[in-house]
């Protein structure tokens, strides 16, 4: 099992910054495969990013890209997601997710964080 909990969301006007963090504990946090997911109201749940163990990230959604990046930190059992120049269709909840290397779908999900971008 593994254990997922996110923090660092809240409400930022339109052009700002947030960084969200998710803190990993149970397993062996190098194992995994992290990544990031949203979901807005009324809209079905949609990955953000992704990045393999070797903290190379791996995946981006198009309408991230330049503008987010994903980063882990093995030895503090994190991974984070630094979103720039938010805009307001990134409100969603966060959610942080993680799979073991050898799996073919995410597992594990955190609580997730609200992100609102007001305009």
């Known amino acids: 099992q593994v254990q997922l909990v996110e923090s660092g969301g809240g409400l930022v006007q339109a052009g700002g910054s947030l960084r969200l963090s998710c803190a990993a504990s149970?397993?062996?946090?190098?194992?995994?495969?992290m990544g990031w997911f949203r979901q807005a109201p009324g809209k079905e749940r949609e990955s953000v990013a992704r990045?393999?163990?070797?903290?190379?990230?791996?995946y981006y959604a198009d309408s991230v890209k330049g503008r987010f990046t994903i980063s882990r930190d093995n030895g503090k059992n994190t991974v984070y997601l630094q979103m720039n120049s938010l805009k307001p269709e990134d409100t969603a909840v966060y959610y942080c997710?993680?799979?073991?290397?050898?799996?073919?779908?995410?597992?594990?999900w955190g609580q997730g964080t609200q992100v609102t971008v007001s305009s």
């Open positions: 149970g397993r062996t946090f190098s194992d995994y495969v």
């Open positions: 990045i393999n163990r070797g903290r190379a990230p791996t």
């Open positions: 997710a993680a799979r073991l290397f050898t799996a073919l779908q995410f597992d594990y």
